[in-house]
């Protein structure tokens, strides 16, 4: 099972943009395909994209599309995500995770720790 | 787009069972993995396509069916209180779906 550990806490003012990146262990990173997802305070998980490393392909939540990219450095095994054009309630918890099942669908397997992003004047 | 609804909070006595459901439109005719999320930790994935993880208890266990998906968590530990999410992969808009949670306390 892969093991992902994510960047560490970032603040942000509103309009500007942040970076979080996960590095992958424990298996055969272009093996698994991953996703972003996203956790507002008392909020449940918001899907934001994901990406299929082997294929370079990836895919953005509609409520993200023009705002988000994901990419994954393969010789790295790290996963980045961007989001751009910042507001408060961007204001959450960011996480990666893996699927062993590539097919669209799949289960998450295994998450990163989290990454807290705030947006804050 | 594709809405999925959960109760928000169950109460359970230790040792009863517990039942969370997930609700949405013809949700049998989609594989629905469930994921537990204690305070302060990231979710952790309790069923997949009604199956359990490796290292999952087995008084774990999912079904689905019509407009129902249900998670059941037998003889219930003081452990087992989190809140839980149910998802699904929505074909038309071609994107993953979480439901709101459940809170499950532990009497």
């Known amino acids: 099972q892969v093991q992902l550990v994510q960047s560490g806490a970032v603040v942000r003012k509103p309009g500007s943009s942040v970076s979080v990146s996960c590095k992958a262990s424990g298996g055969r990173f272009d093996r698994y395909a991953y996703n972003w997802v996203r956790q507002a305070p008392g909020q449940g998980p918001e899907w934001m994209g994901g990406?299929?490393?082997?294929?370079?392909?990836?895919q953005d939540a509609q409520s993200f599309k023009g705002r988000v990219t994901i990419t994954a450095d393969i010789s790295t095994s790290t996963l980045h995500l961007e989001l751009n054009t910042l507001r408060s309630d961007d204001t959450a918890i960011y996480y990666c995770?893996?699927?062993?099942?590539?097919?669209?669908?799949?289960?998450?397997?295994?998450w990163g720790q989290g990454t807290l992003v705030t947006v804050s004047a | 787009s594709y809405v999925l609804t959960q109760t928000p909070s169950v109460s359970v006595a230790p040792g009863k069972t517990a039942t969370i459901t997930c609700g949405g439109d013809?949700?049998?005719?989609?594989?629905v993995h469930w994921y537990q999320q204690k305070p302060g930790q990231a979710p952790l994935l309790v069923i997949s396509?009604?199956d359990r993880p490796s290292g999952i208890s087995e008084r774990f266990s999912g079904s689905n069916s019509a407009h129902t998906a249900t998670l059941t968590i037998t003889a219930v530990e003081a452990g087992d209180e989190a809140d839980y999410f149910c998802q699904v992969w929505d074909t038309s808009s071609d994107g993953y779906v979480f439901g709101a949670g459940t809170k499950v306390t532990v009497l």
């Open positions: 013809n949700i049998a005719t989609k594989s």
């Open positions: 396509y009604d």
């Open positions: 995770t893996s699927s062993r099942n590539v097919a669209a669908g799949g289960s998450f397997d295994s």
């Open positions: 990406i299929l490393p082997i294929r370079r392909r990836t």
